[in-house]
């Protein structure tokens, strides 16, 4: 079993910056992906960036504001969100696929980020 605990959420003006924090602990044999979700009210999941051993790739709305990164010895993926705008906000999720022969999917609680002044 593995466990993702995120942090780092909270209330922001518009062009300020917030950094999401994600670390796996358990039974980690090997990370193939790990991913940034977000969902607002009302509104679907969506996978705003990953990344993976061929690289990073981002939704075009946060594209040139988010950088999303990983700490293999930590087992950790953060989110430097930059020039961050109302449309943002919603409640973040992390999630990691996990495993060698058999893959699986883990998500974090979710924290919340909210733009506003």
């Known amino acids: 079993q593995v466990q993702l605990v995120e942090s780092g959420g909270g209330l922001v003006q518009p062009g300020g910056s917030l950094r999401l924090s994600c670390a796996a602990s358990?039974?980690?044999?090997?990370?193939?992906?790990m991913g940034w979700y977000r969902q607002s009210p009302g509104k679907e999941r969506d996978l705003v960036a990953s990344i993976t051993s061929g690289g990073t790739k981002y939704v075009d709305s946060v594209k040139g504001r988010f950088t999303i990164s990983r700490d293999n010895g930590k087992n950790t993926v953060y989110l430097q969100m930059d020039s961050l705008k109302p449309e943002d906000t919603a409640v973040y999720y992390c999630?990691?696929?996990?495993?060698?022969?058999?893959?699986?999917?883990?998500w974090g609680q979710g924290t919340q980020v909210t733009v506003s002044s």
């Open positions: 999630k990691f696929t996990v495993g060698l022969l058999k893959r699986s999917d883990y």
């Open positions: 358990g039974n980690i044999s090997r990370i193939n992906f």
